[in-house]
């Protein structure tokens, strides 16, 4: 064989090797850039499954509450007795005598009377003066409250300042017993019946 034929052969032998040896790279490198389907499922299920956390990683806490202060409690359990409100006291006709109350004393010496009956009247004297007149049912009502208050019962039969001798002395009789006083100490219970029974006396 010519020299020349046989270089022309190793040559064109030479080129093929070459052929082929790119051709097996490059579906390596191919196969080698293309993702792997089972690495993005994978890292796409692992996205999809996990969580979104809190931003500050724990449940909100509650509001804290003030306790009862101890005024409140001692409030709440203390509870203020009802009061015990006065009754009329009873009546039994026109000749009961609820009450009577005598006026005297003073520089000009008064003398009067009055006196409250079972039946509503109300017979007043001044100085040997008499007069009768009627009470409306809330005056009569009203006395007769006045007359059911249980203070009374604390009322002292006496109470009189000797060393004022110009003082008017008040003698109420009621409920079976007798009661002087001079107002020189304070009965707030006696103190509300003599006003009431003095406004139906001469000015």
Known sequence: MPRSTTAAAVFAATVLSLAGCSGDGGEDAARSSEPSAGSTTASSAGTTASPSASPSGEPPSPTPTSPPSATDAASASVTAPPSASPSPVPTAGQRQKLVTMT???GFAGVQQEV???????VRTS??????VRR???????????LLGDPALDDVPAST???G????FQYTLRFDGRTVVTDRSAERPALDRLID???KWLPA
């Open 196 to 198: 009431a029974l003095g």
């Open 103 to 105: 006026v005297t004393g």
């Open 164 to 167: 004022a001798a110009d003082l």
């Open 135 to 145: 009470s409306s049912a809330a005056q009569f009502t009203r006395l007769r409250t």
């Open 115 to 121: 006196i409250l009956r079972g039946d509503g009247t």
């Open 160 to 162: 009189v300042d000797r």
């Open 126 to 131: 001044d100085k040997g003066d008499t007069e």
